[in-house]
């Protein structure tokens, strides 16, 4: 079977949440099926990637678009889609020479059906000629956007957020059931895009962990040590390292004085910078290949996200290791989690604060947390079991 995948990014190296499931899933249709990948890329770094990912694909085409941030093509590029009823992300990726490309695959290939990963580019639907596609949902991305809505304190910045979040749900409205089937990666996700869609061709791929790498490590935990995993750059982890430090740390320091906690991630806010210089308790740490030794020697795993959408790969990644994790709904949010069981949850500071301070004063608490959630991530979350399920949505397009 051929499969044409479009990808918003170049998955490689499958380090953050959104690279590590397109990458994992690239990689198990790789195992049986012909892929031919069409992707975008934000810097050139990541075009450096190409040739790793043809290990995986019959061909690779990854085409360079404006990098998001303060930059004038990007300003350009988001002052131009005030006067468009489309929301800027499904203009950003819509380039004619991805356009033509995707139509010569479907011309010389005979591709059997195309994988459409992210609602960005569910765009090129229209160029599909009739062959049958799969939308895959990382996200509710219009729920997504109302949540960093909800928290944004620009009133210019959230009156923009919010005129791109009614585009942005109208244009879900209508994309998602154009397409065979919809992957969503949680029934939360799921009853979310049924009752906006009115549609039911949903289907639930949760997201994934490689349990035999993320595994229990032989390493000392540290006493009164926390750890946050995640880069800084977008406005759902720097908002909830921002409200963990302004909100939940100091009631931590007040009850455990000796308490320390590590950023792992890049690009940290500045506020984070700032008290880090200010106190020796806050370590930062920047990008590291591989998290995994240092997640292993905290007490506790903190995910204090307050807006975004999907399943947070660093949370089940952490549990997979055992990890006891103190998170808030919203980052818990699609694992089939049960509070005070595998999982510590709350969304308010003071109570996050309490059962942070409770696993760290708790030691027997905490390892049972912990166990709990490896079990969890065991039996619902490994690629291994996610795979079946891709193969038996994917094996409906295989020729006969």
């Given at each position: 079977?051929?499969?044409?995948?479009?990808?918003?990014?170049?998955?490689?190296?499958?380090?953050?949440?959104?690279?590590?499931?397109?990458?994992?899933?690239?990689?198990?249709?790789?195992?049986?099926?012909?892929?031919?990948?069409?992707?975008?890329?934000?810097?050139?770094?990541?075009?450096?990637?190409?040739?790793?990912?043809?290990?995986?694909?019959?061909?690779?085409?990854?085409?360079?678009?404006?990098?998001?941030?303060?930059?004038?093509?990007?300003?350009?590029?988001?002052?131009?889609?005030?006067?468009?009823?489309?929301?800027?992300?499904?203009?950003?990726?819509?380039?004619?020479?991805?356009?033509?490309?995707?139509?010569?695959?479907?011309?010389?290939?005979?591709?059997?059906?195309?994988?459409?990963?992210?609602l960005a580019l569910a765009r090129y639907e229209e160029c599909l000629q009739g062959v049958p596609a799969i939308l895959t949902n990382h996200n509710v991305e219009s729920?997504?956007?109302?949540?960093?809505?909800?928290?944004?304190?620009?009133?210019?910045?959230?009156?923009?957020?919010?005129?791109?979040?009614?585009?942005?749900?109208?244009?879900?409205?209508?994309?998602?059931?154009?397409?065979?089937?919809?992957?969503?990666?949680?029934?939360?996700?799921?009853?979310?895009?049924?009752?906006?869609?009115?549609?039911?061709?949903?289907?639930?791929?949760?997201?994934?962990?490689?349990?035999?790498?993320?595994?229990?490590?032989?390493?000392?935990?540290?006493?009164?040590?926390?750890?946050?995993?995640?880069?800084?750059?977008?406005?759902?982890?720097?908002?909830?390292?921002?409200?963990?430090?302004?909100?939940?740390?100091?009631?931590?320091?007040?009850?455990?004085?000796?308490?320390?906690?590590?950023?792992?991630?890049?690009?940290?806010?500045?506020?984070?910078?700032?008290?880090?210089?200010?106190?020796?308790?806050?370590?930062?740490?920047?990008?590291?290949?591989?998290?995994?030794?240092?997640?292993?020697?905290?007490?506790?795993?903190?995910?204090?996200?307050?807006?975004?959408?999907?399943?947070?790969?660093?949370?089940?990644?952490?549990?997979?290791?055992?990890?006891?994790?103190?998170?808030?709904?919203?980052?818990?949010?699609?694992?089939?989690?049960?509070?005070?069981?595998?999982?510590?949850?709350?969304?308010?500071?003071?109570?996050?604060?309490?059962?942070?301070?409770?696993?760290?004063?708790?030691?027997?608490?905490?390892?049972?947390?912990?166990?709990?959630?490896?079990?969890?991530?065991?039996?619902?979350?490994?690629?291994?079991?996610?795979?079946?399920?891709?193969?038996?949505?994917?094996?409906?397009?295989?020729?006969?």
């Amino acid at each position: 079977m051929n499969i044409l995948f479009l990808s918003t990014e170049n998955p490689y190296p499958p380090v953050g949440g959104h690279h590590i499931r397109t990458y994992n899933v690239l990689r198990i249709l790789s195992e049986r099926y012909r892929i031919f990948f069409v992707g975008f890329a934000q810097n050139r770094e990541e075009l450096g990637y190409v040739e790793n990912l043809k290990e995986l694909c019959e061909t690779v085409d990854v085409y360079l678009i404006p990098k998001t941030g303060l930059n004038p093509r990007f300003l350009y590029q988001a002052s131009r889609n005030l006067l468009s009823a489309l929301p800027l992300t499904a203009e950003r990726f819509f380039i004619p020479e991805a356009r033509d490309k995707i139509r010569q695959h479907l011309k010389i290939h005979r591709i059997d059906v195309v994988h459409v990963d992210m609602l960005a580019l569910a765009r090129y639907e229209e160029c599909l000629q009739g062959v049958p596609a799969i939308l895959t949902n990382h996200n509710v991305e219009s729920l997504r956007l109302y949540r960093w809505m909800k928290t944004e304190g620009n009133f210019i910045k959230k009156s923009y957020l919010y005129y791109q979040y009614l585009k942005l749900r109208a244009f879900e409205k209508k994309m998602c059931p154009l397409f065979r089937h919809c992957i969503v990666v949680s029934n939360d996700d799921k009853r979310h895009l049924m009752n906006l869609c009115d549609a039911n061709n949903f289907v639930v791929v949760p997201n994934g962990v490689d349990v035999d790498y993320f595994k229990p490590l032989d390493e000392e935990t540290r006493r009164n040590h926390l750890i946050w995993v995640g880069g800084m750059s977008g406005p759902y982890n720097s908002d909830a390292v921002d409200f963990f430090l302004d909100r939940i740390w100091p009631l931590v320091k007040r009850d455990i004085p000796e308490a320390t906690v590590d950023f792992i991630g890049k690009s940290p806010t500045r506020k984070l910078t700032e008290k880090a210089q200010a106190d020796p308790s806050i370590n930062v740490l920047g990008f590291i290949d591989d998290v995994r030794p240092y997640v292993q020697r905290a007490s506790v795993f903190v995910a204090p996200i307050r807006s975004g959408s999907g399943t947070k790969i660093k949370v089940l990644n952490a549990m997979a290791q055992a990890r006891p994790v103190v998170a808030t709904t919203v980052a818990a949010e699609g694992i089939e989690v049960t509070d005070g069981q595998n999982i510590l949850l709350a969304d308010d500071p003071v109570q996050f604060a309490g059962k942070i301070i409770l696993l760290l004063k708790d030691e027997e608490t905490a390892r049972r947390i912990g166990l709990n959630a490896r079990v969890l991530i065991e039996s619902k979350y490994s690629w291994d079991i996610i795979s079946e399920t891709i193969f038996q949505i994917y094996q409906e397009f295989q020729r006969k």
